[in-house]
């Protein structure tokens, strides 16, 4: 069992910048944090859950949706076990709750559906008035 824990959520104003922390443990034997692929998901109040952005475990390739491109970069630190979501210039359509997710998966065009994900985060709240 994997277990995924977010950091770093909270009230920002538009414009503004926050970075959000996702911490990998409790990995099973053979299964370091480095070998999996981990993504970033949202769901605003009303709306479905949407793919933001990944980093897979194959020279750490990314991949962005469209409405966040330019604004966020995802990295990870796997020394931490720990993948980071930097958020810049944020916009009030930005508010959700942010998810985390990890997957032995690597193929970047997979990474961007949310049921290729085989752990998930509890979600940390992002809220970006104007």
């Known amino acids: 069992q994997v277990q995924l824990v977010e950091s770093g959520g909270g009230l920002v104003q538009a414009g503004g910048s926050l970075r959000l922390s996702c911490v990998a443990s409790?990995?099973?034997?053979?299964?370091?944090?480095?070998?999996?692929?981990m993504g970033w998901f949202r769901q605003a109040p009303g709306k479905e859950r949407e793919f933001v952005a990944t980093i897979n475990w194959i020279g750490g390739s990314t991949y962005y949706a469209d409405s966040v491109k330019g604004r966020f970069t995802i990295s990870r630190d796997n020394a931490k076990n720990t993948v980071y979501l930097q958020m810049n210039s944020l916009k009030p359509e930005d508010t959700a709750v942010y998810y985390c997710?990890?997957?032995?998966?690597?193929?970047?065009?997979?990474?961007?559906?949310?049921?290729?994900?085989?752990?998930w985060g509890q979600g940390t709240q992002v809220t970006v008035s104007s």
């Open positions: 997710a990890a997957t032995m998966k690597w193929q970047l065009v997979l990474l961007r559906n949310s049921h290729e994900y085989e752990y």
């Open positions: 409790g990995r099973t034997s053979g299964r370091t944090f480095s070998s999996y692929s």
